[in-house]
């Protein structure tokens, strides 16, 4: 452990510099309860728990590499994760709305309109390992078993709020009212509102972009926009970006989490281990955030994104006609080829359709059935319309 801590490659093994090792070993022992065992420290237990979650290593592999029984690095692993998660209230908190975000308030394109928005929110799926007969309930539309875990973070890409065990088929909709009614309650302070995406309904505490509204994001700056919902959809995406961000970052900084691969642990633990990771990312933001990883976390999708538009024989899911070797030089080609074309022919159209399917990719509907969700959907209505049409008017003024 103490050439852990003084190591340059201390990023590469466990996710973090060794000052904010330090840092949360301190904090662990002092507000996590987090005690040194017989033979291990508190800094052997916590980094071996990091290397873990940075690798998606699992307790064979860790308990080779450290010459000591499975029994002993998933007790170690359990003692820190209990840990953290002690930490929730720490690390995790809703705001109350009485402060604008400094984002926000410190922004000439969002301060006149967005004042009342107080954080993003949005579901991401998670892998998790369920019984067989479970196993239906947790496909989605990804094609294995994966939790719908919905989060909250505020404009600076820390978490809020995490609410992970959602079955991968239990649609944005029905989870976001779960979340309202909860003992552990998303809490909206009132004449507040969140940023959330066109898989939810437009409601006064949730604002989503108008539907069946596109705008080209090249367009907007070469020619004006055409009306007002483009407009409000242009900002709206601008600011709500930051959750697509906060969750690169995250699955980036801890594969664990990220990873297709069937998981190692019981659905209660991949929770834990879902909360962990959002504790953790919160307490590295605050000290030692990777300015690299969050630049280049939106960059990288973008890339992916428009190599499989472009060579679809890389992005099928049927199953290839070629040898694992000739997929690989296949893989390799086209990384070349598109790097050749984004210097010659960049394919503008082939970008901004990416980019429209990101910021449009949900479309899930919800079943208003009760008298006051209608009124609150005209509420949501009366506030983002009103948004919209200050928008406009100060656009065109220009």
């Known amino acids: 452990m103490s050439r852990l801590r003084n190591s340059k490659k ?32 508190v800094e052997e237990q916590v980094g071996k728990f990091l290397h873990m979650l940075a690798h998606n290593q699992t307790t064979r592999t860790m308990s080779f590499f450290f010459c000591c029984s ?5 007790r170690h692993f359990h003692n820190v994760l209990r840990s953290i998660i002690m930490l929730e209230d720490q690390f995790l908190r ?12 410190q922004s000439s394109r969002f301060n006149l309109y967005f004042k009342d928005c107080i954080r993003a929110l949005d579901g991401t799926h998670v892998r998790v390992k369920v019984s067989n007969e ?14 719908n875990v919905l989060v909250a973070c505020s404009f600076d890409l820390k978490f809020t709020y995490v609410l992970p065990g959602w079955e991968g088929t239990a649609s944005d909709s029905r989870i976001i009212k779960s979340a309202l009614i909860r003992n552990d309650n998303l809490k909206i302070p009132q004449g507040k509102y969140y940023l959330v995406d066109a898989g939810y309904m437009n409601r ?10 596109r705008y080209h994001l090249k367009e907007y700056s070469v020619r004006p926009l055409e009306n007002a919902k483009k407009l409000f959809n242009l900002q709206h995406a601008s600011l709500r970006t930051a959750i697509e961000r906060a969750f690169g970052v995250l699955k980036k900084k801890f594969p664990i989490i ?7 642990y019981c659905v209660d633990t991949q929770n834990e281990i879902i909360l962990a990771c959002c504790i953790l990312h919160n307490y590295l933001m605050g000290v030692d955030p990777d300015e690299s990883l ?36 296949i893989i390799l080609a086209c990384c070349i080829l598109h790097n050749y074309l984004m210097g010659v022919d960049p394919d503008e159209s082939l970008i901004t359709e990416f980019d429209e399917e990101v910021l449009h990719s949900h479309h899930e509907h919800m079943t208003p059935t009760p008298r006051e969700d209608d009124e609150d959907a005209r509420q949501g209505d009366i506030i983002r319309d009103s948004i919209a049409s200050a928008m406009w008017q100060n656009y065109v003024q220009m």
């Open 134 to 147: 479970d196993a239906l309930r947790y496909r989605g539309r990804k094609g294995y078993t994966t939790q």
């Open 294 to 329: 969050i630049a280049g976390c939106t960059a990288i999708e973008r890339a992916f994104g428009v190599l499989k538009k472009r060579y679809p024989i890389i992005s099928s899911t049927t199953e290839p006609n070629y040898c694992v070797d000739t997929q690989n030089e």
């Open 94 to 105: 809703q705001p109350d709305g009485i402060q604008v975000p400094l984002e926000i308030l």
């Open 258 to 264: 990220a990873s297709t691969t069937e998981p190692n």
């Open 10 to 41: 201390c990023y590469d093994v466990i996710r973090m510099g060794s000052q904010a090792f330090q840092g949360l070993c301190d904090i662990l022992w002092r507000d996590g309860d987090l005690q040194d065992t017989q033979r291990a420290t």
């Open 204 to 213: 006064s505490r949730l604002i989503a972009p108008y539907r069946g509204v």
């Open 70 to 74: 499975g029994e002993t690095i998933s």
